[in-house]
Structures are given as C-alpha cells and as structure tokens.
C-alpha cells in the first residue's frame, strides 16, 4: 500500500525563524512529489519535484527531493505569519496522487 | 480566467437523497480527480478519469459514482447519501494524461454535511 508521511504534524514558530518540513514516501511507480498550501479553502500548488537532488525555489519556500532515501523536505526561511497554513505533501504513483496528512504550521507575531 | 469551478459550494442534504456535485475546468485538462479531506484522514482520492470515458476507482469509492462524457466536466454523484460521507470535497485536473508531469489544481471545494 502507498505511503506518504509528513511530519511534523504541527509546528509553532516565531516570526523570522526558519521551518524545515518532512516528507517520507513508500509508493511503487514513482513519478513526482509535489508540495501545497493549503490555507481555509483549496490546496495551493508550490513545488512538484521528479529529479533529486534538484532544489526548486521561490522566493523564500525551497525544497529538495532525495529518490534514494525516499524523502522530501520543504524550507521557509524567515517565516512570516502569512505562512501559517497547512502544508500537504502529495505523491503521484501510477495514475493517483497520494497526500499525507499535512503538517499544520503557525507563525505567531 | 483558467479555473475549476465545483457548485454548490456548500450543501446540507438528508440520508438517501441522491445528490450531484459538479466540476467544471476550462483548461482543457485531461486528468481530472475527486478527493475528500476529513480531520485526522487527509485528503483521499475517490475516482479519478484519464480521459472522457475513462474512469477509476482510487482509495474510497464506496459510496459514489462518476461520469466523463465531456473533457471539461466530471461530476460525483452520491445515489443515496450516508452520514459518513458527511465531509469536504475537492475537484482537482491536471493538464496530461502522463499525470506526474504536471501538478493537479483544485476546486474551491464543496462542504457537504448529510444528517
């Protein structure tokens, strides 16, 4: 059975620190990882990531995927309460796209 | 302006009474899914459809059906709703029919509570 977990669940922080966020897999047929924010309505698309090794970047959000180990992490450096939301890490294996069960990240002022 | 739209966005329905959410994406995707998000559960693929007469089950199906007879529209339909199948529900579509390449984008969601 396919896999995806994240972790931390949730996470508390101040404004300004930096985030690492975690995602482990076990899924037959990989294809492509991706990250979303998911703010009180629709996921939101960040990253997808299919090479490793590669990070992708935008602005302060950066992450990197390691096919040999089977994980992914998601950076935010400077965090900002805007950031507070939660954070889905998604697997595609096949033709379906398997989520974790997010982790809930709160930036207080 | 390129979107999935899913209607109603909110519903309050009654145990058996067969109902239809719609999905709707101007984007001329191929891949288009349907997914519930329940506290604690995450997100859970139900069906998804590679193309117009293509369907498939994912991780819950019981309890729903789905239909592609045109590329843009894929609705999920409850023939005789549950209180279990009380929950949030998202469309989502992604361009290719090779999906991993391109990432999928959602609905806005449609609250669904069956007393």
């Known amino acids: 059975e396919d896999k995806v977990v994240q972790s931390p669940l949730s996470l508390v922080v101040h404004e300004g620190d930096t985030v690492t966020l975690n995602c482990s897999y076990e899924?037959?047929?990989?294809?492509?990882l991706l990250w979303y924010k998911q703010e009180k309505k629709a996921p939101t698309f960040l990253f997808m990531l299919?090479?490793?090794?590669i990070e992708k970047k935008s602005g302060r959000l950066s992450s990197i995927l390691d096919k040999k180990e089977l994980f992914s992490i998601l950076n935010i450096t400077a965090t900002q309460t805007g950031d507070s939301a939660v954070y889905l890490c998604?697997?595609?294996?096949?033709?379906?796209?398997?989520f974790g069960k997010g982790t809930s990240l709160l930036v207080t002022p | 302006e390129a979107q999935v739209t899913q209607n109603p966005r909110y519903l309050i329905t009654v145990t058996g009474k067969k109902l239809t959410v719609t999905c709707s994406q101007n984007?001329?995707?191929?891949?288009m899914s349907w997914y519930r998000q329940d506290p604690g559960l995450g997100l859970r693929q139900i069906y998804y459809?590679?193309?117009?007469?293509?369907?498939d089950k994912g991780d819950v199906p019981e309890g729903y059906k789905v239909s592609r007879k045109e590329k843009r529209n894929f609705p999920l339909i409850l023939e005789s709703p549950s209180p279990n199948q009380t929950s949030l529900y998202f469309c989502?579509?992604?361009?290719?029919?090779?999906?991993?390449?391109?990432?999928?984008?959602f609905g806005n969601g449609t609250r669904l509570t069956v007393t």
């Open positions: 459809s590679m193309n117009v007469e293509v369907t």
């Open positions: 299919t090479s490793s090794g």
């Open positions: 989502a579509s992604s361009l290719t029919q090779g999906v991993g390449n391109s990432p999928l984008h």
């Open positions: 984007m001329n995707h191929e891949y």
């Open positions: 998604a697997v595609f294996s096949g033709y379906a796209l398997n």
């Open positions: 899924v037959t047929n990989f294809r492509s």
